[in-house]
Nanobody
Framework: QVQLVESGGGLVQAGGSLRLSCVASGRTFSTYGLGWFRQAPGKEREFVAYINPRGDISPYADSVKGRFTVSRDNAKNTLYLQMNNLKPDDTAVYFC?????????????WGQGTQVTVSS
């Protein structure tokens, strides 16, 4: 029902910055909870950041606090992740997730992911 497309990943030097985007389909984007997750090779997918429909931001993962900022632009159906002072440990595939309320249920939708590689 909801299609999500991430972009903005790439190769960057340690200490550099990237901004990831996630564009979602749907006419009720402003009602979606939105999150970023990442998965490094051989590791489990982990939470990075979350922003609710009101724009309230949940505590970031400890590993990214002070460096990453999540935001949303409801007029553009877009979720962002600004990543500053990148470290090699940030290397992972980054996924966005939309939490969509349908009736009394909440469905989770995932994008395909975008690769972020941080070199030292």
């Amino acid at each position: 029902q909801v299609q999500l497309v991430e972009s903005g990943g790439g190769l960057v030097q340690a200490g550099g910055s990237l901004r990831l985007s996630c564009v979602a389909s749907g006419r009720t984007f402003s009602t979606y909870g939105l999150g970023w997750f990442r998965q490094a090779p051989g590791k489990e997918r982990e939470f990075v950041a979350y922003i609710n429909p009101r724009g309230d931001i949940s505590p970031y993962a400890d590993s990214v606090k002070g460096r990453f900022t999540v935001s949303r632009d409801n007029a553009k159906n877009t979720l962002y992740l600004q990543m500053n002072n990148l470290k090699p440990d940030d290397t992972a595939v980054y996924f966005c997730r939309a939490d969509v309320v349908i009736g009394f249920n909440v469905n989770n939708y995932w994008g395909q992911g975008t690769q972020v590689t941080v070199s030292s």
